[in-house]
């Protein structure tokens, strides 16, 4: 099957970002000399849904080096950088997506990757799974196993497994030590400020800002913004989670309280309507608002859009409201994933983490390593390997237990 790409034209483009990626990712490239070489790949067929931007596109690139088949969709259109999809099909990789296409042809492009049959899927948001377990039943035989990049996704394979409805081994790299300590909590903090200060050209010192949700998301936006001088309040449904933001430094409240004097707004909890009607009620003119969550309904756009009297473009990517009192309220990114509909997405070395623990959740179950169905954690050893090769890239490492250590920490008597 052919791609299926807004412009092959601007695939210059997209090489010369795809080549940074790889130049910034020797734990990936690491993963791919050790491991990937050994033929695993050869003759399968992996299945992709992940926004398309460099680093993603680079991890594909390493699978097909590997052997691979790999046909790869976006989330939606607004996850889509079109010279990279270009390069990438150039590169071999089959790819579904263009940035024009509307939003409701998502699930036609995911389906699209699912009628190549996949052996192994790596996900975003359990789309392609989901779509595997409704409109495209017939292909779950040949699935070895899905591998799962986000928080949110992670909870609906959690959600199927409840209801007994999840018939694949999915792994939940989400919850890898390597993923969420680092993509969710530095890359998160660090490309949702960039987003925000990048599109609204404002400064951050001094504005009181609210981040709605204290996952590990939400302590690094909270941590990012504090360093640049802002002055951050934190919302929260868990007490054991906002009091944790107290002991770090952050003023705890009830969101529709934080309304009132919120400068600027971030979302970062996978839930729906986290920010509504009640709270644009009370937000102060020229709120900023903006979503860091694995969804795209954190924000309720379309109650914002019911309210306002008038909306039209501030800058490029910021969308004025105007309330019938007069008020503006911005909205970065559409509500959606800000870093990504509004920026470049994570930094090259966090992602080059993540991707080589996607690239070996991946290799593990193309080998059958793991064949019940249900929600598994990544084996600690993969988390452990792409810890340690890390630190060596990086001329560091670390300390290992004498015998004596470890037979000292197995005992329990005197």
């Not at 990626?21 to 491991?35: E, I, K, M």
Request: negative net charge; hydrophobic residues 40%.
């Amino acid at each position: 099957m052919t791609s299926s790409v807004k412009d092959l034209s601007l695939a210059p483009g997209g090489h010369r970002k795809i080549d940074w990626a790889a130049r910034h990712s020797p734990v990936l490239n690491a993963v791919r000399d050790r491991y990937l070489k050994d033929g695993t790949f050869e003759g399968l067929t992996v299945g992709v849904s992940l926004p398309i931007e460099a680093k993603t596109a680079y991890l594909t690139v390493v699978l097909a080096e590997a052997g691979a088949e790999v046909a790869l969709a976006s989330p939606g259109p607004f996850f889509v950088q079109d010279d990279v999809a270009a390069a990438l099909a150039e590169r071999g990789v089959t790819v579904y997506a263009s940035s024009d296409n509307p939003p409701e042809e998502a699930d036609r492009e995911l389906e699209r990757v699912l009628d190549h049959g996949p052996d192994v899927i790596i996900d975003d948001r359990a789309a392609l799974t989901r779509l595997l377990h409704t409109t495209r039943r017939h292909l779950l035989g040949k699935v070895r196993g899905a591998s799962e990049e986000t928080t949110s996704g992670v909870a609906k394979l959690r959600a199927m497994q409840d209801q007994g409805v999840l018939e694949i081994p999915t792994i939940a790299a989400n919850d890898a030590r390597c993923k969420y300590l680092f993509d969710n909590r530095y890359g998160t903090g660090q490309s949702t400020i960039t987003a925000i200060m990048q599109n609204t050209n404002l400064m951050l010192g001094g504005k009181r800002l609210v981040v709605v949700g204290y996952g590990w998301c939400g302590k690094g936006i909270a941590r990012y913004a504090a360093g640049l001088g802002a002055r951050v309040t934190v919302c929260e449904v868990d007490p054991v989670r906002g009091l944790e933001a107290y002991a770090d430094g952050f003023d705890v409240l009830p969101a529709l309280e934080a309304a009132g004097f919120g400068e600027i707004f971030i979302t970062a909890t996978g839930g729906r309507h986290v920010l509504a009607r009640e709270h644009f009620e009370r937000m102060r003119n020229g709120a900023i608002l903006a979503n860091a969550g694995g969804v795209d309904v954190e924000i309720d756009v379309d109650a914002l859009g019911e309210l306002a009297r008038k909306r039209y473009e501030a800058r490029r990517n910021v969308e004025a409201f105007v309330m019938p009192d007069g008020r503006e309220l911005h909205l970065v990114g559409r509500g959606m994933v800000v870093n990504l509909t509004a920026g470049d997405g994570h930094p090259v070395e966090i992602m080059d983490l993540t991707f080589a623990i996607q690239a070996l959740c991946a290799h593990h179950l193309a080998n059958r390593r793991q064949t019940e169905p249900g929600v598994h954690l990544l084996p600690r050893e993969i988390d452990d390997r792409v810890a340690g090769i890390k630190l060596q890239t990086l001329g560091m490492g670390v300390d290992r237990l004498t015998p004596q250590q470890e037979e000292f920490l197995r005992e329990w008597r005197e």
